[in-house]
């Protein structure tokens, strides 16, 4: 057998041999094939790169001139249209419309012209499957991925960055608008950092601040025309149902309410009814994304546990926006205003909480008439 296998070799003069042997050493060189992150560098080697750190502490080289734009970070996906980029979207999302989230496109999704011809590649909620080869397949210049999610540490999601990014052969930069802090100042500065990066990599730096900037303004009016109110009692309601308590939401915190479920040990979560009746919110806001997910009102107002809960009683039960996929500023804005002008309605009588309303989705967004898709999406009252 062992004359057999080696019949073959036994004619070859040594050039010969020692071209077969070449040609074995390069097929086996070949197999060992550079990482993706290799050929990144090999591919970019002509083109102008920058540092930067992304908000996971992550060093990253990207191009100096970002042309092409993946995301499956909705955050990132908003800041890119609030950043006048959009037209540089080449893959988006998956699950922003046209799901069991929301059927209806979102605000962010109607502001992006042909936004339902974009490649969606997964995604969308923070955590959530992405189709890496669809990331691929659209050659972007710049992938950006979620800086925070509700299971894993900073640690955990660096390391995961860091594997997409040489899987991927593609610069992966995480941002994020609102994650697990709960100091509003250390809010206001994750927020600024996250228009900063943006600006920075879309060359977009004046036009983020001008929207930070006027994000500090409707903020500070607003804070000054309350100062020395008294704090109304207020709980927040998750989209799932009644019972789920949000214990932390920012635009609440900036108009200094009272969440009565703020100091609940575990935080979020389920509660009792009973627990309900003992806080006795004096106002009960009703998280809605979208139609698709919502508490109904009629159940809330017709439970017959609640009755003697004073926000009941006195027909004080609203809806608000809240975070999808992440945290909109814009939007965030407006519930601001909305739920200022319902907490304190005698000093903030003359506010137009609409036209506000409108006014500051014209400015993030580019696009008029999306105060009324909002208010419609989320259930908005009349102010």
């Known amino acids: 057998m062992q004359n057999a296998m080696m019949t073959p070799w036994a004619p070859m003069r040594a050039p010969a041999r020692v071209s077969m042997l070449m040609v074995i050493l390069m097929i086996l060189v070949g197999c060992d094939a550079p990482a993706p992150d290799a050929r990144l560098d090999k591919d970019q080697a002509d083109v102008p790169m920058r540092e930067i750190q992304d908000m996971l502490g992550r060093q990253v080289s990207v191009p100096r001139d970002v042309e092409r734009i993946a995301t499956v970070n909705v955050d990132a996906f908003r800041m890119v249209v609030h950043l006048q980029a959009d037209d540089r979207?080449?893959?988006?999302?998956?699950?922003?419309?046209?799901?069991?989230?929301?059927?209806?496109?979102?605000?962010?999704?109607l502001a992006v012209a042909g936004v339902e011809d974009i490649p969606q590649l997964?995604?969308?909620?923070?955590?959530?499957?992405?189709?890496?080869?669809?990331?691929?397949?659209?050659s972007p210049d710049v992938f950006f991925y979620w800086a925070f999610t509700r299971g894993d540490s900073t640690q955990a999601m660096a390391d995961h960055a860091d594997r997409l990014q040489r899987q991927l052969g593609i610069p992966v930069v995480a941002v994020s608008t609102l994650g697990r802090e709960r100091d509003p100042e250390k809010i206001m500065a994750g927020i600024e950092r996250a228009y900063g990066l943006m600006g920075v990599i879309l060359d977009q730096e004046a036009r983020a601040e001008q929207l930070l900037e006027r994000y500090r303004q409707e903020v500070s009016s607003l804070?000054?025309?309350?100062?020395?109110?008294?704090?109304?009692?207020?709980?927040?309601?998750?989209?799932?149902?009644?019972?789920s308590n949000v214990a932390f939401y920012y635009p609440l915190e900036q108009l200094g309410a009272r969440n009565v479920a703020s100091q609940r040990r575990g935080r979020?979560?389920?509660?009792?009814?009973?627990?309900?009746?003992?806080?006795?919110?004096?106002?009960?806001?009703?998280?809605?994304?979208?139609?698709?997910?919502?508490?109904?009102?009629?159940?809330?107002?017709?439970?017959?546990?609640?009755?003697?809960?004073?926000?009941?009683?006195?027909?004080?039960?609203?809806?608000?926006?809240?975070?999808?996929?992440?945290?909109?500023?814009?939007?965030?804005?407006?519930?601001?205003?909305?739920?200022?002008?319902?907490?304190?309605?005698?000093?903030?009588?003359?506010?137009?909480?609409?036209?506000?309303?409108?006014?500051?989705?014209?400015?993030?967004?580019?696009k008029p008439g999306l105060y009324e898709h909002l208010a419609r999406q989320s259930g908005f009252e009349d102010l």
Do not use: C
């Open 268 to 366: 979020d979560g389920e509660i009792a009814a009973e627990q309900l009746l003992q806080w006795d919110p004096e106002h009960i806001f009703l998280h809605t994304p979208s139609q698709a997910s919502r508490v109904s009102l009629d159940t809330v107002l017709n439970d017959a546990r609640l009755q003697d809960v004073s926000a009941i009683r006195d027909g004080q039960v609203h809806r608000f926006k809240g975070t999808y996929m992440g945290w909109d500023l814009a939007t965030g804005l407006v519930d601001l205003i909305r739920m200022g002008r319902i907490l304190y309605p005698k000093a903030l009588e003359d506010l137009d909480a609409a036209l506000l309303g409108e006014d500051i989705l014209h400015t993030f967004y580019g």
């Open 223 to 243: 804070q000054s025309r309350i100062q020395g109110e008294a704090a109304p009692r207020v709980y927040l309601a998750h989209r799932t149902n009644l019972f």
């Open 122 to 138: 997964g995604g969308g909620q923070p955590g959530s499957d992405i189709n890496l080869e669809r990331v691929v397949s659209v």
């Open 89 to 109: 979207l080449v893959g988006i999302p998956g699950d922003m419309f046209g799901s069991r989230f929301s059927r209806e496109k979102t605000i962010e999704a």
